[in-house]
């Protein structure tokens, strides 16, 4: 059973949402969830989305292809590939720091494009996807 200490939050930012969600990913076992808490009803809609939910709550993983990291890669950052996302984090809470993607295009949930080495602020988590944003043709 993973506990995690409740932490009440009236209006979540996107991008403690994608911390939380790479955070959650890193452990995640097949019998293991995640049960947000907010103390109002609103803060469970992504406001930037018109309203709808954050797209982390609805998110499909598919099965792990790794075990959950026991540490970080050389360069400080924690990561987990599933068969149809990779978690990255970036604990560290005063250095940026590199990941270089597998190969490919990927994309994170709100379609914003990513490949080769990027480089992740500190306190950052990112869930990414394989291919190109829908609703975009990969270049020939």
């Known amino acids: 059973i993973q506990e995690l200490a409740a932490c009440p939050?009236?209006?979540p930012s996107r991008p403690v949402v994608e911390y939380a969600t790479a955070t959650y990913l890193l452990t995640k076992r097949s019998a293991t969830y995640v049960a947000p808490y907010?103390?109002?009803?609103?803060?469970?809609?992504?406001?930037?989305?018109g309203g709808n939910i954050w797209p982390d709550f609805?998110?499909?993983t598919g099965a792990a292809t790794d075990a959950p990291p026991t540490s970080a890669d050389g360069n400080g950052v924690w990561?987990?590939?599933f068969a149809d996302v990779i978690a990255i984090v970036n604990p560290s809470s005063t250095t940026s720091k590199t990941f270089a993607l597998p190969s490919g295009n990927?994309?994170?949930?709100?379609?914003?494009p990513y490949s080769g080495t990027i480089t992740l602020r500190p306190i950052t988590g990112l869930t990414l996807l394989?291919?190109?944003p829908p609703g975009v043709v990969p270049a020939q």
């Open 38 to 49: 907010f103390t109002s009803q609103s803060a469970y809609e992504d406001d930037s989305k």
């Open 130 to 132: 394989p291919g190109s």
């Open 79 to 81: 990561s987990r590939r």
């Open 106 to 112: 990927w994309h994170d949930l709100d379609g914003t």
């Open 9 to 11: 939050l009236t209006s």
């Open 58 to 60: 609805a998110l499909v």
